[in-house]
């Protein structure tokens, strides 16, 4: 099992940049493939991006590509998610996820294949 906490949210100015972490604990951590995801009110939960379990293979949503960097430290079991040229339309409650899959390269995007979620938090963009 593995028990998954975010951080780091809050309420920003569009243009300016935040970092989530994400902290594990249980495991297996360093064998998953993570992910984060957001989901404003009214709106789908939507995948943001996602990095394999070492780091080799990264895969980000459009909307956020160029913008947004995914990173792990797995002796540390911690996800970030650094986000830059932070825009409105990026205010939604942030998760992360680890993926069902252990030991792949591949970087999921359906909400159905994480099956650990974290608890969100809050980034909010105000023009």
Request: hydrophobic share 35%; aromatic share 10%.
């Amino acid at each position: 099992q593995v028990q998954l906490v975010e951080s780091g949210g809050g309420l920003v100015q569009a243009g300016d940049s935040l970092r989530l972490s994400c902290a594990a604990s249980g495991r297996p951590f360093s064998t998953r493939t993570m992910g984060w995801f957001r989901q404003a009110p009214g709106k789908e939960r939507e995948f943001v991006g996602g990095i394999s379990w070492n780091g080799g293979s990264t895969r980000y949503a459009d909307s956020v590509k160029g913008r947004f960097t995914i990173s792990r430290d797995n002796a540390k079991k911690l996800l970030y998610l650094q986000m830059s040229s932070l825009k409105p339309e990026d205010t939604a409650v942030y998760y992360c996820a680890a993926m069902r899959a252990m030991a792949t390269m591949v970087v999921a995007t359906a909400v159905n294949e994480y099956n650990y979620w974290g608890q969100g938090t809050q980034v909010t963009v105000s023009s």
